[in-house]
Nanobody, 119 residues
Framework: QAQLVESGGGSVQAGGSLRLSCAATGYSYTNNCLGWFRQAPGKEREGVAGIHSDGTTTYAEIVKGRFTISQDNAKNMLYLEMNSLKPEDTGMYYC?????????????WGQGTQVTVSS
């Protein structure tokens, strides 16, 4: 049974940085498509960043240049480095694996980690 667990969320001021991590058990990140999504209160879930099994990365326009997705296959970890954070980046962030790259339906999801950015 695949299980994804996010960590690294928190509260920061605008302009700050956070690094989210997603650890997988019962599932290998190698050769699979992975993604980060977020959901703000009262809004639909949206794709933030994705990494294809061939290493190609893609980003939502609103985070391009500020966020970086990466993975460490040896540790079976997925990361999201977030810089220059803005209040509108506030939301619950989820990692996802084994899906329709980049921001389609995914089979496995973490429980989410909260990111709050204050102005």
């Amino acid at each position: 049974q695949a299980q994804l667990v996010e960590s690294g969320g928190g509260s920061v001021q605008a302009g700050g940085s956070l690094r989210l991590s997603c650890a997988a058990t019962g599932y290998s990140y190698t050769n699979n498509c992975l993604g980060w999504f977020r959901q703000a209160p009262g809004k639909e879930r949206e794709g933030v960043a994705g990494i294809h099994s061939d290493g190609t990365t893609t980003y939502a326009e609103i985070v391009k240049g500020r966020f970086t997705i990466s993975q460490d296959n040896a540790k079976n970890m997925l990361y999201l480095e977030m810089n220059s954070l803005k209040p509108e980046d506030t939301g619950m962030y989820y990692c996802a694996a084994d899906g329709d790259w980049p921001f389609g339906e995914y089979n496995y999801w973490g429980q989410g980690t909260q990111v709050t950015v204050s102005s």
